[in-house]
């Protein structure tokens, strides 16, 4: 017995002995002079009597004292007995207990795996100190400018904004920001190109975190002329690439070209912003300083005690007009928001992880269902021991208390069965999708998973345990007695074993219309065509250091030409490209005008995505030239520049005309830039499968050259055999470049999926699973309803039914709740599946033919599982059934 529970009883005992020596104590003077009388008046002596009385009262008091010890002590000491009942019952009928404790495991087990996921993306804090006060300041645009472009309303900060709000604000401190950047870490063992950010000297003291090792990044770092050399550390990094060297705090460490000492070393488990290793000073300086046209910077703050996020969201909407109408014709339209910095990060995700916790809530609710549908049967089954142990005395409220003891020891069962699925479970989905969850190494099975998990178990024995234990109590004695085993369940007690199959229909319903959605959308995504040939196409990423390749330097350009050329000397390679960011993979994007056309309002600026390009890369990819031609090797750095547009840019602004030889001028990146139209392009899947394309602008590379860049490789055979040579053809023209990633274009296309194949493959096993249940459940519904009707059948057939008229009554009975269910069913999942609709592509929540493929399928459930108790039904024995009872 757990030791709170026998604390409980004993002060309960406590306190009802204090109350009664209370009582007893004032009458046993009383009670003492009373029996002495009475045994003086038997003749004895004064003396005798006295003795006498005291010898029946200590009688009387050790009497008290037993009942007293019963009264505090019966409650645990029947609950045991009922536990150990409980588990004698259960090894009688272990093929029973094994199936509920495998179905309520199933349901206890999908619920605790997606709180897990719950858990630990929405509910568990931040891992920062200051996590109840930070924020995230974001600036926000109206939906027709070109930052609104991808269907967004927020970006990114600029500099000129950031440096006057953290001049300007009084309820915020710590007023940080970062600039997500990669690192190419040089030096002893292989070149490796790391995942970090660029930071302002607030940076860590807005996040709360201190270093293990070192100092962090300060004020004296992130100031032109400063210590601005000087790196931060993870506790990964340091692990993997240096050993976790002690004494790595002063090294010099050879960065993006340039010698850097390390400053410190962060705590396990910091990697903010998600997955960075490595930190450096933001050291804004030169133009962007005061720049308010590029988006860069991401903005943190701490909420200043005292104060509340509405009073920052209200100081940061003042301050953000204030800005916007002293430079309108820069940023105009521009609001600054205030969100929390954990709902910045989740928020993304959340609507989606609803659909699947409404799913594991209906499975639990259908297993739930088809436990309590086999308990009523067994409650059945044991209508004469319950009759019979009221005749002996037990009171109806101990069997009630019985059989809900019963069912908790089985809902422990399953509670155990659903842990283990749990933890299953989260190693599934971690092996499914790594990458595409924020905060998802955070997802594991701890204090409380395992108290939710308890939680439900409880709630689930009350659910499925409630309606068996008060049949069983109401039991007729008289018709139970007199008739055999079972046989006394009438129409009532069918009644409500049809109608736990009727929600166990419906809920069925609801998880397989979900479930058909999201695999017909599934399926039209992997119809789109994405504009270009993935098939053996191989990718390298590359970024080059702006210390060694400044920003538009030619050299960087020479360097991977060079490369391309290696490259394309590697056997089996049949060509090569270079592009500055990857279709699917999103990318940036600028303002233009078009000239000779009246200039638009200033907060209308049309957007357009770009890319630098060189010559091959539309061979290579396997891009269409639709009108004009491709760029070629005389379109270089000194040449008149050129620009190649896509299908969808061509159409929106020429519907009706040639775009050839327009000169369209990008506006976001330096000074502006103006080009001429010469070819236009199939158009390419940007952001995505399910993305609109927009616009889209390519510019010859050596024109517009970039630090981020992608090689493109496309082979003959077997693309993942080329990553060594290709490597090896890189490394030959530099050998400190490091790869960040390499990856053919078939599994970027892959993990642009994830999160999709990651839903439709949960609800895909909750719907499997409900089909399961509904099955079971309307088989043990029609299976029962024959076992107890057989007399009624004999009798029917004995009267001159067909054996035919015997299968068609039973198959209508499994069909007419099967019907209800569906019904039901579909009425719920017209309203439920309207929460999916962010999650569907290219098909209506209301898909007609999604329900009705749903319906016709549980129509066949409902017949295939009524069919063999009804072909037993109608081979009955007339004379075997009148026997029977």
Same mark, same amino acid.
Not at 34 to 61: H, I, S, Y
Not at 335 to 362: C, D, I, N, R
Not at 509 to 522: E, P, R
């Given at each position: 017995?757990?030791?709170?529970?026998?604390?409980?009883?004993?002060?309960?005992?406590?306190?009802?002995?204090?109350?009664?020596?209370?009582?007893?104590?004032?009458?046993?003077?009383?009670?003492?002079?009373?029996?002495?009388?009475?045994?003086?008046?038997?003749?004895?002596?004064?003396?005798?009597?006295?003795?006498? !009385?005291?010898?029946?009262?200590?009688?009387?008091?050790?009497?008290?004292?037993?009942?007293?010890?019963?009264?505090?002590?019966?409650?645990?000491?029947?609950?045991?007995?009922?536990?150990?009942?409980?588990?004698?019952?259960?090894?009688?009928?272990?093929?029973?207990?094994?199936?509920? !404790?495998?179905? +309520?495991?199933?349901?206890?087990?999908?619920?605790?795996?997606?709180? %897990?996921?719950?858990?630990?993306?929405?509910?568990?804090?931040?891992?920062?100190?200051?996590?109840?006060?930070?924020?995230?300041?974001?600036?926000?645009?109206?939906?027709?400018?070109?930052?609104?472009?991808?269907?967004?309303?927020?970006?990114?900060?600029?500099?000129?904004?950031?440096?006057?709000?953290?001049?300007?604000?009084?309820?915020?401190?710590?007023?940080?920001?970062?600039?997500?950047?990669?690192?190419?870490?040089?030096?002893?063992?292989?070149?490796?190109?790391?995942?970090?950010?660029?930071?302002?000297? *607030?940076?860590?003291?807005?996040?709360?975190?201190?270093?293990?090792?070192?100092?962090?990044?300060?004020?004296?770092?992130?100031?032109?002329?400063?210590?601005?050399?000087?790196? #931060?550390?993870?506790?990964?990094?340091?692990?993997?690439?240096?050993?976790? *060297?002690?004494? /790595?705090?002063?090294?010099?460490?050879?960065?993006?070209?340039?010698?850097?000492?390390?400053?410190?070393?962060?705590?396990?488990?910091?990697?903010?912003?998600?997955?960075?290793?490595?930190?450096?000073?933001?050291?804004?300086?030169?133009?962007?300083?005061?720049?308010?046209?590029?988006?860069?910077?991401?903005?943190?703050?701490?909420?200043?005690?005292? =104060?509340?996020?509405?009073?920052? =969201?209200?100081?940061?909407?003042?301050?953000?007009?204030? /800005?916007?109408?002293?430079?309108?014709?820069?940023?105009?339209?521009?609001?600054?928001?205030? $969100?929390?910095?954990?709902?910045?990060? #989740?928020?993304?995700? =959340?609507?989606?992880?609803?659909?699947?916790?409404?799913?594991?809530?209906?499975?639990?609710?259908?297993?739930?269902?088809?436990?309590?549908?086999?308990?009523?049967?067994?409650?059945?089954?044991?209508?004469?021991?319950?009759?019979?142990?009221?005749?002996?005395?037990?009171?109806?409220? &101990?069997?009630?208390?019985?059989?809900?003891?019963?069912?908790?020891?089985?809902?422990?069962?399953?509670?155990?069965?659903?842990?283990?699925?749990?933890?299953?479970?989260?190693?599934? #989905?971690?092996?499914?999708?790594?990458?595409?969850?924020?905060?998802?190494?955070?997802? %594991?099975?701890?204090?409380?998973?395992?108290?939710?998990?308890?939680?439900?178990?409880?709630?689930?024995?009350?659910?499925?345990?409630?309606?068996?234990?008060?049949?069983?109590?109401?039991?007729?004695?008289?018709?139970?007695?007199?008739?055999?085993?079972?046989?006394?369940?009438?129409?009532?007690?069918?009644?409500?074993?049809?109608?736990?199959?009727?929600?166990?229909?419906?809920?069925?319903?609801?998880?397989?219309?979900?479930?058909?959605?999201?695999?017909?959308?599934?399926?039209?995504?992997?119809?789109?065509?994405?504009?270009?040939?993935?098939?053996?196409?191989?990718?390298?990423?590359?970024?080059?250091?702006?210390?060694?390749?400044?920003?538009?330097?030619?050299?960087?350009?020479?360097? +991977? =030409?060079?490369?391309?050329?290696?490259?394309?000397?590697?056997?089996?390679?049949?060509?090569?490209?270079?592009?500055?960011?990857?279709?699917?993979?999103?990318?940036?994007?600028?303002?233009?005008?078009?000239?000779?056309?009246?200039?638009?309002?200033?907060?209308?600026?049309?957007?357009?995505?770009?890319?630098?390009?060189?010559?091959?890369?539309?061979?290579?990819?396997?891009?269409?030239?639709?009108?004009?031609?491709?760029?070629?090797?005389?379109?270089?750095?000194?040449?008149?520049?050129?620009?190649?547009?896509?299908?969808?840019?061509?159409?929106?602004?020429?519907?009706?005309?040639?775009?050839?030889?327009?000169?369209?001028?990008?506006?976001?990146?330096?000074?502006?830039?103006?080009?001429?139209?010469?070819?236009?392009?199939?158009?390419?899947?940007?952001?995505?499968?399910?993305?609109? $394309?927009?616009?889209?602008?390519?510019?010859?590379?050596?024109?517009?050259?970039?630090?981020?860049?992608? /090689?493109?490789? &496309?082979? *003959?055979?077997?693309?993942?055999?080329?990553?060594?040579?290709?490597?090896?053809?890189?490394?030959?023209?530099?050998?400190?470049?490091? /790869?960040?990633?390499?990856?053919?274009?078939?599994?970027?296309?892959?993990?642009?999926?994830?999160?999709?194949?990651?839903?439709?493959?949960?609800?895909?096993?909750?719907?499997?699973?409900?089909?399961?249940?509904?099955?079971?459940?309307?088989?043990?519904?029609?299976?029962?309803?024959?076992?107890?009707?057989?007399?009624?059948?004999?009798?029917?057939?004995?009267?001159?039914?067909?054996?035919? *008229?015997?299968?068609?009554?039973?198959?209508?009975?499994?069909?007419?709740?099967?019907?209800?269910?569906?019904?039901?069913?579909?009425?719920?999942?017209?309203?439920?599946?309207?929460?999916?609709?962010?999650?569907?592509?290219?098909?209506?929540?209301?898909?007609?033919?999604?329900?009705?493929?749903?319906?016709?399928?549980?129509?066949?459930?409902?017949?295939?599982?009524?069919?063999?108790?009804?072909? &037993?039904?109608?081979?009955?024995?007339?004379?075997?059934?009148? &026997?029977?009872?």
């Amino acid at each position: 017995m757990h030791p709170l529970w026998t604390l409980g009883w004993r002060i309960r005992g406590w306190v009802s002995r204090q109350r009664v020596d209370a009582e007893f104590s004032e009458e046993l003077g009383e009670h003492l002079e009373m029996l002495t009388a009475e045994n003086q008046r038997r003749g004895m002596t004064a003396e005798e009597a006295r003795r006498a !009385a005291k010898v029946r009262l200590g009688g009387m008091m050790q009497l008290r004292e037993t009942n007293r010890e019963l009264q505090g002590w019966s409650a645990a000491e029947t609950f045991l007995q009922d536990v150990r009942y409980a588990l004698r019952t259960l090894r009688r009928n272990a093929g029973l207990a094994a199936v509920c !404790a495998l179905t +309520l495991g199933l349901g206890i087990g999908a619920s605790a795996a997606i709180f %897990s996921v719950v858990n630990g993306v929405l509910l568990r804090p931040l891992p920062y100190p200051n996590h109840e006060r930070l924020v995230r300041i974001e600036e926000r645009h109206p939906a027709s400018n070109g930052l609104g472009a991808a269907g967004l309303d927020f970006a990114n900060a600029t500099y000129g904004n950031f440096n006057d709000l953290a001049r300007a604000a009084t309820t915020i401190e710590n007023v940080a920001a970062f600039r997500e950047w990669s690192f190419n870490l040089t030096g002893d063992g292989e070149p490796e190109q790391v995942q970090g950010a660029l930071v302002s000297g *607030d940076f860590f003291a807005a996040l709360g975190s201190r270093p293990i090792a070192g100092r962090m990044i300060g004020a004296e770092d992130d100031v032109p002329g400063g210590n601005n050399n000087v790196v #931060v550390l993870s506790y990964a990094l340091w692990q993997r690439r240096f050993g976790g *060297d002690p004494g /790595i705090v002063g090294k010099t460490l050879r960065i993006n070209a340039e010698e850097c000492r390390v400053a410190g070393v962060m705590p396990r488990g910091f990697d903010y912003p998600e997955k960075s290793e490595l930190w450096s000073p933001l050291v804004p300086g030169g133009e962007f300083r005061n720049n308010r046209r590029a988006h860069l910077l991401t903005i943190l703050a701490d909420v200043k005690a005292g =104060q509340t996020l509405a009073n920052t =969201q209200n100081e940061m909407a003042a301050l953000g007009e204030r /800005i916007e109408k002293q430079y309108a014709s820069e940023d105009p339209g521009m609001e600054l928001a205030t $969100v929390s910095l954990k709902k910045s990060l #989740v928020a993304p995700v =959340q609507p989606a992880l609803v659909m699947p916790m409404v799913a594991v809530g209906l499975l639990l609710l259908m297993a739930c269902a088809n436990l309590a549908n086999l308990l009523l049967a067994r409650s059945a089954a044991r209508e004469k021991e319950f009759s019979l142990r009221t005749v002996l005395g037990a009171a109806r409220m &101990r069997l009630v208390r019985q059989l809900l003891t019963e069912s908790l020891v089985l809902a422990t069962l399953g509670a155990a069965v659903g842990l283990a699925v749990a933890t299953w479970s989260v190693r599934l #989905v971690a092996a499914l999708n790594s990458q595409d969850l924020p905060r998802f190494g955070e997802i %594991s099975v701890d204090w409380r998973v395992l108290g939710f998990t308890l939680a439900v178990a409880c709630v689930s024995a009350l659910l499925f345990g409630l309606a068996p234990a008060v049949s069983g109590a109401k039991a007729d004695l008289n018709v139970s007695l007199k008739e055999g085993a079972g046989s006394a369940m009438g129409s009532g007690r069918r009644g409500a074993s049809g109608a736990l199959v009727v929600p166990q229909f419906a809920l069925a319903v609801v998880l397989l219309v979900g479930a058909g959605l999201l695999a017909n959308s599934f399926v039209r995504l992997l119809r789109v065509n994405p504009g270009f040939h993935p098939n053996g196409v191989l990718t390298a990423q590359l970024f080059f250091s702006p210390t060694e390749y400044a920003e538009g330097d030619t050299r960087g350009a020479l360097a +991977l =030409q060079q490369m391309l050329e290696k490259v394309r000397s590697v056997p089996g390679v049949r060509g090569a490209g270079l592009v500055t960011a990857l279709p699917i993979s999103g990318g940036a994007s600028t303002d233009f005008v078009v000239e000779g056309r009246p200039a638009p309002r200033a907060d209308d600026e049309p957007s357009a995505d770009i890319r630098s390009v060189d010559p091959a890369y539309f061979r290579t990819m396997g891009i269409p030239i639709l009108v004009g031609r491709e760029f070629t090797e005389g379109d270089g750095a000194q040449a008149k520049r050129v620009m190649v547009i896509n299908e969808t840019m061509a159409r929106e602004f020429w519907p009706n005309q040639s775009p050839l030889g327009q000169r369209v001028t990008m506006k976001d990146w330096g000074p502006p830039l103006t080009g001429e139209i010469v070819g236009v392009v199939g158009d390419v899947k940007t952001n995505g499968l399910d993305a609109a $394309v927009g616009p889209m602008i390519y510019w010859p590379y050596f024109q517009f050259p970039q630090l981020f860049n992608t /090689i493109v490789v &496309r082979s *003959d055979g077997e693309t993942t055999r080329l990553v060594p040579e290709v490597k090896a053809a890189i490394w030959a023209v530099s050998k400190n470049q490091p /790869i960040s990633r390499m990856e053919t274009m078939e599994e970027i296309l892959s993990e642009s999926l994830a999160r999709r194949r990651l839903y439709l493959i949960l609800l895909g096993v909750f719907a499997g699973a409900a089909l399961l249940l509904a099955a079971v459940g309307i088989y043990g519904m029609v299976s029962y309803s024959v076992s107890q009707r057989t007399r009624e059948m004999g009798i029917r057939v004995a009267m001159g039914a067909e054996r035919a *008229d015997v299968l068609r009554m039973i198959l209508g009975q499994g069909a007419k709740t099967a019907l209800m269910g569906v019904a039901l069913g579909t009425v719920a999942a017209l309203g439920l599946t309207r929460l999916m609709a962010s999650l569907l592509f290219g098909v209506r929540a209301t898909d007609p033919l999604t329900f009705a493929a749903v319906v016709i399928l549980l129509g066949a459930v409902a017949l295939g599982g009524s069919w063999a108790p009804a072909r &037993r039904a109608m081979r009955v024995d007339p004379m075997v059934a009148l &026997r029977h009872e």
